[in-house]
Antibody, heavy 115, light 111 residues
């Protein structure tokens, strides 16, 4: 049973870069697509983007200019960087594994953007 | 791009059947698979339906998915409602660039 665990700072200052890492255990990252999704407090889900283990990516057009998703197969991890953050980027950030039989989600981590 | 529109909330009694709709604003609902996610309060989402009507292992057969080209919508039907089904439900599909599109979510109350 694969497990995904998000990690990173819970507080980021406006205009800075949000950085999160997702550690995959119980399975290899060297297959499947791996995604980041976020959920502002009390609101719905927003897809950020995904990466294939080989490194090819696809980003939400509304965030594309600020997002970078990367993968480190040696550490079984993938990462999210979101630049120039504002209060509107405050959300629970989920990492997820996309398979042919559905999506497996991490538990999520709250990131607050505030000075 | 297109939008997926869901009712804000639905409610039904235990043991009954409820259907949650997800209407695609443009383009055919049949052109890209639809997934459904359940999010219980305080928890992360889980997949209850993938590829329009497939259930992941472990999801009870009380959950079923379908698409209707005439209304350009997908539906999630939950039969034999239990109090544990009370949750937010989100539909999700893909656009022509394989970018994900989520519906706004539906709050299911089982009362």
């Amino acid at each position: 049973q694969v497990q995904l665990q998000e990690s990173g700072p819970g507080l980021v200052k406006p205009s800075e870069t949000l950085s999160l890492t997702c550690t995959v255990s119980g399975g290899s990252i060297s297959s499947y697509y791996w995604s980041w999704i976020r959920q502002p407090p009390g609101k719905g889900l927003e897809w950020i983007g995904y990466i294939y283990y080989s490194g090819s990516t696809n980003y939400n057009p509304s965030l594309k200019s600020r997002v970078t998703i990367s993968v480190d197969t040696s550490k079984n991890q993938f990462s999210l960087k979101l630049s120039s953050v504002t209060a509107a980027d405050t959300a629970v950030y989920y990492c997820a594994r996309i398979t042919v039989a559905g999506t497996d989600w991490g538990q999520g981590t709250l990131v607050t953007v505030s000075s | 791009n297109f939008m997926l529109t869901q009712p804000h909330s639905v409610s039904e009694s235990p043991g009954k059947t409820v259907t949650i709709s997800c209407t695609r604003s443009s383009g055919s609902i049949a052109s890209n698979y639809v997934q459904w996610y359940q999010q219980r309060p305080g928890s992360s989402p889980t997949t209850v339906i993938y590829e329009d009507n497939q259930r992941p292992s472990g999801v009870p057969d009380r959950f079923s998915g379908s698409i209707d080209s005439s209304s350009n919508s997908a539906s999630l039907t939950i039969s034999g409602l239990k109090t544990e089904d009370e949750a937010d439900y989100y539909c999700q599909s893909y656009d022509s660039s394989n970018s994900w599109v989520f519906g706004g979510g539906t709050k299911l109350t089982v009362l």
